[in-house]
């Protein structure tokens, strides 16, 4: 080897060898008790998140201190907590985590007894906490259909509205049939639609059922019970054995 080959190996070496004895002196410096994060700074528009909850979900789960915390880890943690839906975790010089919140918003609750969200997301809380925004709407069916379940409601509830019905109950059966309770002066309706084949005809069923029930309102002596619209040409409407208020 020459000399020069033989000076430029060693001031190589001599670079590696300061690199590594820098990495492991910012290494055992970032280790250091100082660097410890001592306060969690959570912000969001929270309702039913308390500081009881977090502590509990958290104990024991943060590792780390400011420098080595995962941040995805910690966001985990937080998305643990009851009632979170989302958290977006950042570090803030010298000692802090700063957290924001999203809370799920309670639309209704899922026949095994979770809660359903607005976004159609189900998870676990305690109900008697979620009417914050309103009485929760009865949802059934398998899990996989719980974002199509919201969408539904949301869809179909302002239809209803204006013949003074209160779209209550959503439920859908194994094989995707759909039907609902709506619940108005003289009781509740139970209505039954079917399967959304082809696409489009759920809404079409609906919509024929609004348009249909002004008529069969006025014309029964009786409170409408159940409104089948399953069939293609029509509607089966059986009545209560109730009278009708005046």
Known sequence: MSTRAFELAARTLAVLAALVLLGGGLFWLAQRPWFAIKRIEVRGDLHHVTETAIAAALAGKLK??????????ARRAFESVPWVASAAVRRSWPDRLVVSLVEHRALGQ????????DTGRLFIANSAEAELHGPLIDFAGPERFAPDAAQRYFEFAPLFTPLALELETVRV?????WSLRARGANGITHIEL?????????????????????DLVARSPAPIARIDAR??????VALSTRPRKP
């Open 194 to 214: 079917g399967r959304d084949e082809p696409p489009g005809r759920l809404r079409a069923q609906v919509d024929t059922v609004v348009a249909a029930y002004p």
């Open 231 to 236: 069939y293609a040409n029509g509607l089966a």
């Open 64 to 73: 780390g201190n400011f420098f080595s915390l995962p941040l995805d880890d």
């Open 173 to 177: 059966s194994e094989r995707a049939a």
């Open 110 to 117: 899922w026949d095994d007894g979770r809660l359903l969200s």
